[in-house]
């Protein structure tokens, strides 16, 4: 389940074992849309049928990063984004020296990415 202070239009989730995008938000629910048969189709969802997109290698490369160190699971975007990954299953945004933000999920990144770029993560990604 992820918490609807978590979401907002353009948030990759989960939702019945496919991967959608958020359109709508209200108060216990959540429109969104997938791609099926060379269509797109709109479904009406509660939050608690929604779960987060699991960040893995090929989630991060779809979207832009590079590995830059293969020992160390050191993954760029930008001269000045990073995540660290010591098992290539956990995720961290090191905010500080001492300071490690950990990152679950796609809709975790994309907020976390505008919040610190001011700008949307590019989404290569069906």
Do not use: W
Not at 49 to 78: C, H, P
């Amino acid at each position: 389940m992820i918490h609807k202070n978590q979401l907002r239009i353009g948030s990759m989730v989960e939702a019945e074992g496919k991967r959608c995008i958020i359109h709508q938000l209200s108060g216990e629910s959540v429109q969104i849309s997938y791609d099926q048969k060379n269509s797109r189709t709109y479904k009406t969802y509660r939050y608690a049928e929604l779960s987060g997109v699991a960040l893995t290698d090929l989630i991060l490369t779809d979207s832009g990063f590079s590995r830059t160190e293969q020992s160390f699971g050191i993954y760029a975007i930008t001269d000045t984004f990073y995540l660290f990954s010591n098992d290539g299953e956990q995720f961290f945004y090191r905010l500080e020296k001492s300071l490690r933000l950990q990152v679950s999920s796609l809709h975790q990144l994309q907020n976390l990415y505008l919040l610190v770029t001011g700008v949307e993560l590019p989404l290569n990604i069906t």
